[in-house]
């Protein structure tokens, strides 16, 4: 890509800027499901470093902010499992019926089968446009972007052990109520407002920032929310907190760079709501992990 910089009079903001980096802000919609899906922030990036001015550049949106959150969505749960029994079912028949008419034996094909079904039905994130009072727990923050220092790296996804990576979600039967946890729903914000990073001290400041939400809150946008339903739900009991403990990792998919996976680990426990968070517990569950494609 080259800018007809001559013909125009495009102007670096000084000597030690790229002949190219002339431009004054990149505006991108470039944003997928739960934010990162799709990988189009790298060719931004490429862009940004290439035309932008960096120490008056801006970039709009100029910070996003990835979340999650567990969530109350049983009958799109049950759905899916029910969709995955379903499917099951009629391999049986057909495995059995395969046998015994043309005495083929399918069986060597059963655990693959299984494998993708589940995939299919159970591991696969959902699009969903969630009512707030889904939301179980506060959504912890996983993933911070600025968009005038991010990197290639930072766009790959979100590493397991960093920082944001974890979360520690408190749910209480007294704010929600008897019933299940469903699972996990991911989101995303984006902020247009001035650059933060010290090395954008010198840019324009906005006035009037703006800011764009894709949460259950704002009701329905493009993006909505994506949906990792748990294979099997959780329990809130009456008069008890379940606590969930885990973390989020999200790699690009080997198989086709556009798209994710998102692998979350957690473990459960309950407690008296009256106990403190490191109280006495009634039960500690083991260690759980899902791997969910986001197609």
């Known amino acids: 890509i080259e800018l007809p910089i ?38 931004l990036i490429h862009a940004r470093n290439k035309f932008l001015k960096p120490k008056t550049g801006l970039m709009m949106p100029s910070h996003t902010t990835m979340y999650v959150a567990p969530i109350r969505d049983e009958n799109e749960r049950g759905i899916s499992t029910q969709d995955y029994a379903s499917a099951m079912s009629e391999w049986t028949e057909f495995s059995d019926t395969t046998k015994s008419v043309y005495g083929v034996d399918m069986s060597v094909l059963g655990e693959c089968y299984e494998r993708e079904q589940k995939e299919y039905f159970l591991l696969s994130s959902r699009w969903a446009e969630l009512p707030s009072s889904s939301v179980l727990a506060t959504p912890a923050t996983v993933k911070t972007l600025d968009m005038c220092t991010c990197t290639l790296e930072d766009s790959k996804g979100i590493v397991a052990g960093d920082e944001l990576s974890t979360f520690d979600f408190d749910v209480s039967e007294k704010q929600v109520g008897v019933g299940n946890i469903s699972g996990f729903a991911g989101w995303f914000d984006a902020d247009f407002k001035s650059r933060t990073d010290e090395g954008g001290a010198l840019a324009p400041k906005l006035s009037n920032p703006a800011y764009l939400t894709t949460g259950p809150e704002a009701g329905y946008t493009h993006w909505g929310q994506q949906v990792f339903h748990c294979v099997s739900s959780i329990p809130v ?3 008890e907190t379940t606590r969930l403990q885990g973390g989020v990792e999200m790699t690009r998919s080997k198989d086709n760079a556009r798209l994710y996976n998102c692998r979350i680990r957690y473990t459960s426990s309950r407690r008296k709501s009256e106990e403190g968070k490191d109280g006495k517990l009634l039960m500690q569950g083991e260690p759980v992990e899902y791997v969910y494609q986001i197609p």
């Open 6 to 43: 001559e013909d125009d009079d495009l102007q670096t903001e000084d000597d030690s800027s790229s002949k190219h980096q002339v431009v004054d802000i990149i505006i991108s919609e470039w944003m997928g499901y739960f934010l990162l899906r799709e990988s189009m922030l790298d060719s």
């Open 237 to 239: 009991i009456q008069g």
